[in-house]
């Protein structure tokens, strides 16, 4: 089983960003936080490096069911959506598998919590 899905995405970077962030709220996620991994490592490497960004993306309502269902859980959240630019300069959009990820929690009930979020994310991918 893969740990995410992903897509090619037809046209530039900073485009790709506002669609996957409108595609998230569309579906109920805001983004806790936004990762440069570009900016970063030049700052603290000095070190280039593709563009290349991590939406730290998080659905209160299922995150909160998530919660009452395994205290622990927040060390897997929340769901991160990377953007970036290949190597042929086209863009990748990839998001982790929540039901891959939380295959290592023994919990039915965080299961169907998982595959309801994966519903989510792989919805926002396939719109792009």
């Known amino acids: 089983m893969s740990y995410y899905f992903s897509k090619m995405f037809d046209g530039r970077f900073d485009e790709a960003i506002e669609k996957v962030i409108t595609g ?11 990762i440069d991994v570009k900016e970063t490592l030049k700052k603290k490497l000095d070190v ?5 960004k991590i939406l730290g993306a998080c659905n209160p309502s ?7 269902t395994e205290d622990k859980v927040g060390t897997m959240l929340p769901c991160n959506v990377i953007v970036q630019e290949t190597d042929d300069g086209k863009v990748e959009i990839a998001a982790v598998d929540p039901v891959a990820s939380m295959q290592a929690i023994d919990n039915s009930q ?7 979020i994966q519903g989510k994310l792989k919805s926002v991918i396939e719109r792009l």
């Open 62 to 68: 299922f995150a909160y069911k998530a919660f009452q």
């Open 48 to 52: 280039d490096f593709r563009n290349y």
């Open 24 to 34: 998230l709220k569309e579906e109920g996620f805001g983004i806790l936080s936004e």
């Open 110 to 116: 965080l299961g169907e919590v998982a595959q309801t």
